[in-house]
């Protein structure tokens, strides 16, 4: 094997940043302009807060358009943006402007939210700390996995890829340097937005466990 | 008092490590809280679970209190009601004088620990006394929604010198020119309010105030309050009873010498006339293991606030796993993902038809309940605030984004 595997954990500190919406009009004029780590927040804290939900609820941006503003086919599509599919916050950001300006082009209504139900833009502050779990063999990162925490699992498999601007997920990063190329190869293809936290870590366990 | 390692059997020991990690990043900083009352009142509540937390955890945490008269106090108060948007007359003189207050305080105060936490509005003229260097945070408990704009300018000019202001809900941030953080206030899942309580505890409160444990009850508990809609409640009750054999608990506490409690009171029993199946419950201070036991009892939990602050009472019933329907006002949307951890309304109408659909549907009641102390576990205890904190301290020693420990 390379390098050992260093397991850190992440906590956040959230930002608020004053910046309000109440209808999809603003909603679009403010996602252009707020910066690329509160999009990164609002498309993933559901993740962390609700990871214990199943099916994952969507991203913030749908929550709202779908249960304050009521306009549900405008909240399926945003809540179907396929996030794996984005390597950069601001591609991810670029999606989410088409979807709002498509349906603001077509005349569609941009009536304003209840006062007091505005959307409100977040940040946060991301903390990186380390764990007591180091793995030197496959069979070790084996027996790790369980053992982990929520954050340190999502801190591995999100925050790396999209956040901190990595090819992959540190997990398939490592096992590719590794030389067992075909386990990272099955673990870059996992969709982890579409299941639970919990979920994950069992797929995980699945996937490497037939490997070793 | 609790021992940090109490919570573990709860949140987990990795939970207590990393709080004792990042404890240790703080090595050296004195942290020093400041508000104006060492009893009573929400602030001081939470400092006193708080404070000998943060010692515990090796931080050199200190707690100070300003002086006033009954003058001071009675502007603060004023001040209080303000910004919450009450139209009250407050006078240049006032401001003055609350002003003379804060330098006198300032002038006998040592300020010059390493971060100087202020809590409201009440010493928030300290930060006259700042020296460069020593971060300062000012940490606002109270609804900033709609604040009367005289007194919130007031405010603002010593709210900016801060280096960082603290706000318990989104709604609640204004545009300001110093970063705003988003700190969520807690429930301790230790405390008598919330900790598990044997059936038979249960069972004996039920009996004493004529509950029957047999047939579904519906709750709300608050303080007598127009602002709680306690004769809301009884009409959403009377459309479901209608369809449902329930029952319904109103309880809460208030003054005595409070004449407004008196007459919600009066209107609550009123409205509720001689339904047997209506409990109004006014509670005594320390009445916590009965609002608990009143909680654990409900098959549904209501929140029916037309303005709320945070609404901690949601959080203690979600933590017990109950269902709740609450009002989306205040920081309740933040404890309740709509049809996922539990129900928000904003009528009557629409909370009588979720109301029904819980009675009639426990499965999915129990779930929402199952979910909804979930997210309590994760994001509402006093060991998440604890952690907000000490992460609120170590960034004021970071410019950057994505901090590495």
Redesign the interface.
């Known amino acids: 094997m390379s390098d050992p595997f260093y397991f850190f954990s992440e906590l956040h500190l959230v930002k608020l940043l004053g910046i309000r919406a109440k209808n999809p009009c603003e909603l679009l004029e403010r996602i252009k302009q707020v910066p690329p780590s509160s999009i990164y927040y609002h498309t993933h804290r559901f993740l962390q807060q609700h990871h214990y939900l199943s099916p994952e609820p969507p991203n913030d941006f749908a929550y709202w358009v779908t249960n304050i503003l009521g306009l549900d086919a405008l909240g399926e599509s945003l809540a179907s943006v396929d996030i794996v599919r984005f390597g950069s916050i601001d591609e991810l950001r670029q999606e989410f402007i088409r979807i709002l300006f498509d349906y603001i082009a077509k005349g569609k209504y941009c009536l304003d939210c209840e006062a007091g139900e505005e959307f409100h833009f977040m940040d946060c502050v991301t903390v990186i700390i380390p764990t007591p779990y180091v793995a030197r063999t496959v069979r070790e990162f084996l027996d790790i996995i369980p053992k982990l925490s929520i954050y340190s699992l999502y801190f591995h498999v999100f925050e790396a890829r999209m956040r901190l601007r990595n090819a992959e997920n540190d997990f398939s990063r490592w096992l590719r340097d590794s030389g067992q190329i075909a386990l990272a190869d099955k673990l870059s293809r996992l969709d982890p937005y579409t299941m639970t936290l919990e979920g994950l870590r069992e797929k995980i366990i699945k996937v490497v466990s037939s490997y070793v | 008092m609790f021992n940090i390692h109490d919570y573990a059997a709860i949140v987990?020991q990795?939970?207590i490590d990393?709080l004792y990690?990042?404890a240790s990043r703080l090595q050296g900083k004195v942290i020093q809280h400041i508000n104006s009352t060492a009893v009573g009142g929400g602030v001081a509540e939470i400092l006193i679970r708080m404070v000998p937390l943060l010692k515990q955890l090796g931080v050199d945490a200190r707690w100070d209190v300003i002086k006033g008269n009954e003058k001071f106090f009675a502007i603060t108060k004023n001040m209080h009601n303000a910004l919450h948007g009450a139209a009250v007359e407050i006078t240049d003189d006032d401001l003055q004088f609350f002003l003379e207050v804060n330098q006198e305080n300032a002038a006998e105060m040592a300020l010059t620990s390493d971060i100087v936490f202020v809590h409201d509005p009440q010493p928030i003229a300290l930060v006259d006394k700042k020296t460069a260097g020593k971060p300062w945070i000012w940490r606002c408990h109270i609804d900033f929604?709609e604040p009367d704009m005289r007194i919130y300018n007031f405010l603002k000019q010593f709210i900016e010198r801060y280096d960082c202001a603290v706000?318990s809900a989104?709604?609640f941030?204004?545009?300001?020119s110093i970063?705003?953080?988003?700190?969520s206030p807690s429930i301790d899942p230790l405390s008598d309010k919330n900790k598990d309580l044997p059936e038979s505890v249960i069972a004996e409160v039920l009996k004493r105030f004529t509950i029957d444990p047999e047939r579904p009850l519906v709750t709300q508990i608050s303080r007598f309050d127009y602002l709680k809609d306690p004769v809301g409640v009884i009409e959403v009750y009377r459309q479901v009873k209608k369809h449902i054999d329930c029952q319904l608990v109103l309880a809460g506490g208030g003054a005595t010498d409070d004449p407004e409690g008196l007459r919600v009171l009066e209107d609550v029993r009123t409205a509720a006339g001689d339904d047997p199946d209506i409990h109004i419950i006014f509670l005594p201070p320390s009445s916590d293991i009965e609002i608990n036991a009143l909680q654990r009892a409900s098959a549904v939990v209501l929140q029916k606030s037309l303005k709320e602050g945070f609404g901690l009472t949601v959080a203690e019933a979600l933590w017990k796993g109950r269902p709740v329907i609450a009002s989306?006002?205040g920081g309740i949307?933040l404890q309740i993902?709509?049809?996922?951890?539990g129900i928000?309304t904003?009528s009557i109408e629409g909370t009588v038809f979720y109301l029904k659909q819980l009675l009639n549907e426990p499965e999915y009641a129990r779930k929402l309940g199952l979910?909804g102390r979930?997210?309590i576990k994760?994001?509402f205890l006093i060991t998440r605030h604890l952690?907000?904190y000490l992460?609120?301290f170590?960034?004021l020693y970071?410019q950057e984004?994505?901090?590495?420990?």
Do not use: M
Request: charged share 15%; aromatic share 8%.
């Open positions: 987990g990795a939970t990393e990690f990042l929604t706000f989104p709604a941030s204004r545009v300001l970063p705003q953080i988003l700190i989306a006002v949307p993902a709509h049809k996922y951890s928000l904003r979910n979930e997210h994760n994001n952690r907000d992460l609120l170590i960034s970071h984004n994505i901090i590495y420990l």
